[in-house]
């Protein structure tokens, strides 16, 4: 298509539109980049303690990231379509609570797993519907969840910690549905993969992304923009639960603490795997990479022996780092 | 007071005239692009105290970017822009702009508002009576009574009268001697128009300063101003003239685009009539038999149009207006029921409302098409359905995959209605399609459009463009100033003057 405009300027430049889609490397170049300081980072750790390196510590790390992948996947969905879940490190608390609590009541597996995924469901519900029926803010809404649902994970128990015995049911043993392949693993992978493709190449994903980058034009063009908002509280409501259950189930002990740290961790994931906080922007894939860098970097400071208080700061700085080339790698972002 | 024109050198004197007509702000020669695009081309502009200044021209003259170069926004490109203040050794700004949406701060009191561009720095101590006084002060030069009314209420309780009552102070306050107001009666009532005028005058008469008053409204110009200066693409065709020396006709004339040859080109067979009627129904008795495949025009105040479109889209509230035919009841409730029964949309809020910033232009373009069809998977055929669209428009993109962003405005409104283009739509609801398009690209959508009508869609459509209405429109409906509906362009009044007389706006 040649391009021609007005009048007096002769040199014109000929111009041809591609649909060529960009290459797998420059449509994710963002999460290569993760990838790639996540690569160079355990290299660093491993000059200093060769055993970073070995099998049995990246067996760790994966072990130490699902539930963080897994919740950060669904905080990502909500911050996509422009919202924020600060609820989630306290709807994980409290599913491992429940679970616990009705396995020592005499529940099987899959009642006590169904119960402890309830949690989930009815506090992203009530997230969705006071954010989007409403319309209160986001920020508002799930602090309110956020310490109602931290508080009740006391209660449940009293503030006793409960420990469950082995379960016979296979989401909560965790054992291998594929050979050699460790379940958290094998659920991250399809987590990540599924998101990753309805986000992708199917048009509900697509409202999505439409709905973080202008909820108003959206809703012009006939998107359904609350109830994709709705969906994006309920789905991240649901992996919160998911991740909690992940964990007693390994842990074999629910304790009222125990997301108390990872609702940050999962904010930090999804900005760090390349997400706006205004909506519109990232991929499933960088969330997950962004809780992959967050537990790499636990794991190096611990493996290196620096005082684990020091966390927080290697943590903040790799922020700090990613938003910081985020800012400057893309020019065309308004 | 009438405005009385001199003959020498063009200066008009107002009757007791007070004071001398010194020249405030004179800018000559000024140039601005903005790329390849000359937004200014070489504008005269001048401003006297004791003068009220009609700045007039259509959209995308270059009315904004003048306003936005005086005022120091924006830095020009060539051209020299001389101030001269009354007060000498004043560093104030001489010149304050009050812009139709008011910049107040609403839960300050009034005296906040005005007193708090007086604090010298952050750090200094506020004194609620020392700004209180300032306020007082500055009202007083207005209008005494409202200011012991209003000045110890938030800014949030005002009336919008007073809020540009307010503003005003505020800018006086500063010891401005420019007043500069961007259509400052569009969302006034007539009476409210009327307070803000006998103040303006007064400001004029008693206080020597200049104002420059930018509307589309004849009527106001008319009774208000003494001078009138005319952009016309970047060029400044009427140069500080009396207004009472033109005619509406003339200010008209050298508002519009010269292109006349496409009148009548784009109408329709009026013959032509396919499928049934819809009744569009409004306040007043305002009825209107609409037959597939017209484009109707709206014409007049937006206050009148928005009450009709968002009705008609489901997009909020209107004016008592809805809707009755085949398949048509009522009004909308959503955006997406009236998606379901064939609207389509094309908000004139192209940012905010029409694109969709962080997708790709794929996505972007096809948006409506997905959600009228149900579509579940992104298809691989999908690219060359966008890419079909996107060499139809000539939109100029470099690959479909770019964010919306890195395309010119021009071609974002192309992409916006590419959306629409191929759908099968019984109603298309446009508000200013070709907002800060060229004239080429202009004609382009205006093309589409009527391929859109010829494929048995109504097109309501909006535009303050008079002169457009009247090129494509098979039917202009006009409402007043305040909203109200007037009733349809008669055939043998189809002109400028008949559409400005029946709307009471010049353009």
């Known amino acids: 298509m040649t391009d021609v405009t007005n009048g007096n300027a002769a040199a014109k430049k000929i111009r041809t539109t591609t ?16 990838a790639a300081a996540i690569v160079a980072l355990m290299l660093a750790v ?68 169904i119960a402890g995924l309830a949690v989930g469901l009815v506090f992203g519900s009530l997230n969705g519907f006071l954010v989007t029926v409403v319309r209160l803010a986001p920020f508002v809404v799930t602090l309110i969840t956020y310490a109602v649902a931290g508080s009740l994970a006391f209660i449940v128990t009293n503030g006793r910690s409960m420990p469950i015995g082995a379960p016979d049911f296979w989401l ?20 990540m993969v599924v998101l990753e493709y309805v986000l992708r190449k ?72 390349g997400a706006s906080l205004f909506g519109g922007t990232g991929s499933a894939i960088g969330a997950v990479l962004g809780a992959l860098m967050i537990t790499c970097i636990q794991n190096g400071v611990n493996l290196i022996g620096v005082n684990s208080f020091w966390q927080g700061s290697v943590t903040g700085a790799a922020i700090l780092l990613a938003v910081l080339i985020d800012r400057f790698s893309n020019k065309n972002r308004l | 007071m ?44 001048q401003v006297r105290s004791g003068e009220i200044h009609a700045l007039l021209g259509g ?3 270059g009315k904004s970017t003048l306003v936005r170069i005086v005022t120091g926004l924006t830095p020009r490109d060539a051209g020299e822009i001389r101030f001269s203040s009354a007060k000498t050794n004043s560093i104030h700004p001489i010149i304050a702009v009050v812009h139709q949406e008011l910049a107040l701060l609403p839960e300050l009191s009034v005296a906040e508002n005005i007193g708090i561009v007086h604090a010298r720095s952050g750090f200094s101590r506020s004194s609620h009576r020392r700004m209180r006084d300032v306020a007082l002060n500055a009202l007083d030069l207005i209008d005494p009574a409202i200011g012991r009314e209003i000045v110890d209420l938030p800014a949030r309780k005002l009336s919008l009268h007073e809020g540009q009552i307010v503003e005003i102070a505020r800018a006086l306050s500063t010891g401005a001697e420019v007043l500069l107001l961007d259509e400052p009666t569009a969302n006034l009532t007539a009476g409210e128009t009327a307070k803000l005028f006998s103040v303006l005058k007064r400001l004029v008469h008693d206080e020597g300063i200049g104002i420059v008053f930018v509307s589309h409204r004849m009527k106001e110009i008319r009774e208000l101003c003494h001078v009138c200066t005319i952009l016309r693409d970047g060029i400044t065709v009427v140069n ?69 479109i968002n009705p008609l889209v489901g997009a909020g509230r209107g004016a008592g207006w809805h809707v009755s035919g085949e398949g048509f009841k009522g009004s909308f409730s959503s955006p997406s029921q009236a998606a379901r029964a064939g609207v389509g949309f094309i908000s004139g809020d192209r940012t905010m409302k029409g694109i969709l910033s962080q ?38 993109a470099v690959s479909i995959w770019d964010l919306p962003a890195s395309l010119s405005g021009g071609n974002q409104q192309k992409l916006i209605v590419a959306r629409w283009l191929g759908l099968p739509l019984r109603l298309v609801v446009l508000e200013e399609p070709t907002r800060g398009v060229d004239i080429g690209t202009k004609h382009d959508i205006y093309a589409l459009i009527r391929h859109m009508a010829d494929a048995g869609a109504i097109i309501v459509w909006w535009s303050t463009e008079n002169i457009e209405l009247l090129e494509l429109c098979d039917a202009i409906f006009a409402f007043d100033t305040d909203g109200r509906p007037k009733g349809f362009l008669s055939e043998e009044r189809f002109t400028e003057d008949g559409l400005a007389e029946l709307t009471g706006m010049a353009a």
Request: proline share 5%; with cysteine.
């Open chain 1, 19 to 34: 649909t060529r889609a960009p290459g797998l490397l420059l449509s994710y170049r963002t999460e290569a980049a993760i």
């Open chain 1, 46 to 113: 491993g000059m200093f303690v060769p055993a970073a390196l070995s099998m049995g510590n990246m067996q760790n790390i994966i072990q130490a990231a699902a539930p963080l992948i897994i919740m950060s996947l669904g905080v990502f969905l909500v911050v996509l379509t422009g919202g924020i879940d600060l609820s989630v490190g306290s709807v994980f608390s409290l599913t491992g609570m429940v679970t616990a609590l009705a396995m020592a009541n005499g529940a099987d597996g899959v009642t006590a797993s």
């Open chain 1, 172 to 191: 909560l043993n965790s054992g291998e549905l594929i050979p050699s392949v460790p379940n958290h693993l094998l659920f991250c992978i399809i987590l």
């Open chain 1, 202 to 273: 199917v048009v509900l994903g697509r409202w999505f992304y439409a709905v973080g980058s202008s909820a108003v034009a959206a809703r012009l063009l006939g998107i359904p923009v609350l109830r994709i908002k709705l969906a994006a509280y309920v789905i991240s409501g649901l992996l919160a639960s998911f991740a909690g259950l992940l964990t007693v189930s390994y842990i074999l002990n629910a304790e009222a603490t125990a997301g108390s740290s990872l609702m940050l961790q999962a904010i930090a994931a999804v900005v760090i795997g």
């Open chain 2, 2 to 45: 009438e405005p009385v024109q001199s003959l020498g050198g063009g200066t008009v004197a107002a009757a007791g005239q007070a004071f001398t007509r010194e020249s405030l702000i004179e800018a000559s020669n000024v140039e601005k692009s903005y790329g390849a695009t000359r937004v200014l081309r070489g504008v005269d502009f």
């Open chain 2, 59 to 61: 959209n995308g003259a």
């Open chain 2, 240 to 308: 500080a003239t009396p207004v009472a020396l033109l005619s509406d006709a003339e200010i008209v004339q050298q508002m519009g685009q010269p292109a006349h040859d496409v009148a009548g080109r784009l109408k329709s067979k009026k013959e032509v009539r396919q499928g049934s009627p819809v009744e569009f129904l409004g306040p007043d008795d305002a009825r209107m038999e609409i037959w597939p495949g017209t484009i109707l025009g709206l014409a007049g105040a937006p206050a009148g149009p928005t009450g009709l």
């Open chain 2, 359 to 396: 997708l790709p232009i794929v996505d972007n373009v096809l948006a409506a098409r997905r959600v009228r069809e149900g579509r579940q998977i992104v298809g691989a055929a999908e690219r060359q359905e966008c890419l079909d669209l996107v060499s139809a428009l000539k939109l100029k």
